[in-house]
């Protein structure tokens, strides 16, 4: 139930070659308060309700839950979630013995391509390919649940 992660933003689009699965995602936000955010996401064919803590002070360790839903329930509880919707694809990309999910953005937040990789510990070493570009991690703004309110478009 805890999840560690570090996210950076993308620099070219060259890893989408590399991709071994992208899937679009829909999200948006029961609770966007970043002490304990409340998600609703449709990818692709499945549904899935997300409940995260505030993280660490590194930005990299927080609680996090998640359960499967039905597609039907989650396109319902989007009716009633907080302005602002997350859409984007997603593509899973192997690098060395790690996986990235790397977001392009569409809609308000076009423009924006992030990458997160999980990790087993904070300070595990891990690869960086050629086309990751400067950590974000520590930055809110690069948050789901911001993006949802204050959207890439209009920084």
């Known amino acids: 139930m805890v999840e560690i992660e570090r996210k950076f933003l993308v620099l070219s689009n060259d890893f989408v070659n590399e991709a071994f699965s992208s899937k679009r995602i829909v999200?948006?936000?029961l609770?966007?308060?970043p002490?304990?955010?409340v998600r609703v996401r449709i990818k692709e064919d499945k549904a899935f309700l997300t409940i995260k803590g505030e993280g660490n002070?590194?930005?990299t360790t927080r609680l996090e839950w998640e359960?499967?839903?039905a597609v039907a329930d989650a396109e319902k509880l989007l009716l009633i979630c907080e302005e602002g919707v997350i859409d984007k694809t997603r593509y899973e990309v192997?690098?060395?013995?790690?996986?990235?999910e790397v977001d392009i953005f569409t809609g308000a937040n076009?423009?924006?391509i992030m990458a997160e990789i999980e990790l087993q510990s904070e300070d595990e070493a891990f690869e960086k390919p050629s086309w990751l570009g400067a950590e974000v991690t520590q930055d809110k703004r690069y948050y789901n649940a911001y993006l949802s309110k204050n959207q890439f478009k209009n920084w």
């Open 94 to 100: 192997k690098v060395g013995k790690h996986v990235y």
């Open 110 to 112: 076009e423009g924006l």
């Open 35 to 37: 002490e304990r955010t």
């Open 57 to 59: 002070s590194s930005g």
């Open 31 to 33: 609770n966007s308060n």
């Open 67 to 69: 359960t499967q839903i």
């Open 27 to 29: 999200q948006a936000y």
